[in-house]
């Protein structure tokens, strides 16, 4: 099946500060990739769909502001967390679509 | 909200067929239903997905009722390996043009498979 990854695969920052993490879609072209959040022992929660050379379109709830989702090239996606806080810590997940979602293997994010 | 429901929690054991109940009564006629599970701290894994008919891949196989409002996914022979968070999805394929529906996660199944 085709392969999605995501960068870093774990990272801890001190609360303030902004953190990157960029999805990949190795061996298709991805027009559209999703970006979820999952919390300890909850479902995945979508937070906004990535459209390849437009705006991202964020769920209800979610601060556009503050979840910066940049869709550059049909292989890249990345969400940037700004201004980090420990309420931000979380699984985050991308995933890319074609016939199906594909899922990157996740980003543990954990905010000092 | 989740179109569908599911059982929170399934035991099953080692080398047993694992049988996955999802009801989604309100399914309407342009949605696929998707079967995806996550290991613990993974992304999760596409496992199979259909319209109208069964359906059967490597994994596992997709029984829908005639009415479409459930279906079950058969894990043949469940290993210890199956033991994961199933989620069943309904989802329009078709959701203008290129762009696919998205994909709304419920809570799933635990499903544990000891030995």
């Known amino acids: 099946g085709a392969v999605v990854s995501q960068h870093p695969s774990r990272v801890i920052c001190k609360s303030g500060t902004s953190v990157k993490i960029e999805c990949r879609s190795l061996?298709?072209?991805?027009?559209?990739m999703f970006w979820y959040r999952q919390f300890p022992k909850q479902s995945l929660m979508l937070m906004a769909t990535?459209?390849?050379?437009?705006?991202?379109?964020?769920e209800q709830g979610v601060e556009k502001d503050k979840f910066l989702i940049n869709h550059a090239s049909l292989t890249l996606s990345t969400l940037t967390v700004t201004s980090a806080h420990p309420e931000d810590s979380s699984f985050y997940i991308c995933?890319?679509?074609?016939?199906?979602?594909?899922f990157g293997p996740g980003t543990r994010l954990t905010v000092l | 909200d989740a179109k569908t429901t599911q059982p929170t929690s399934m035991d099953c054991a080692e080398g047993r067929a694992a049988n996955l109940p999802c009801n989604h009564s309100?399914?309407?006629?342009?949605?696929?239903v998707y079967w995806y599970r996550q290991i613990h701290s993974q992304g999760p894994q596409y496992i199979i997905h259909?319209?109208?008919n069964n359906e059967t891949n490597e994994m596992a196989s997709l029984i829908i009722t005639e009415d479409r409002k459930s279906s079950t996914l058969i894990l043949p022979h469940a290993t210890l390996r199956d033991t994961a968070v199933y989620y069943c999805?309904?989802?329009?394929?078709?959701?203008?043009?290129?762009?696919?529906?998205?994909?709304?996660f419920g809570q799933g199944t635990i499903l544990t498979v000891h030995p």
């Open positions: 995933s890319a679509s074609r016939d199906r979602e594909f």
């Open positions: 061996d298709f072209q991805a027009t559209t």
């Open positions: 990535s459209n390849e050379g437009s705006k991202a379109t964020y």
């Open positions: 309100t399914i309407s006629g342009n949605e696929y």
């Open positions: 259909g319209l109208k």
């Open positions: 999805i309904v989802r329009d394929l078709n959701a203008g043009g290129t762009s696919y529906g998205k994909l709304t």
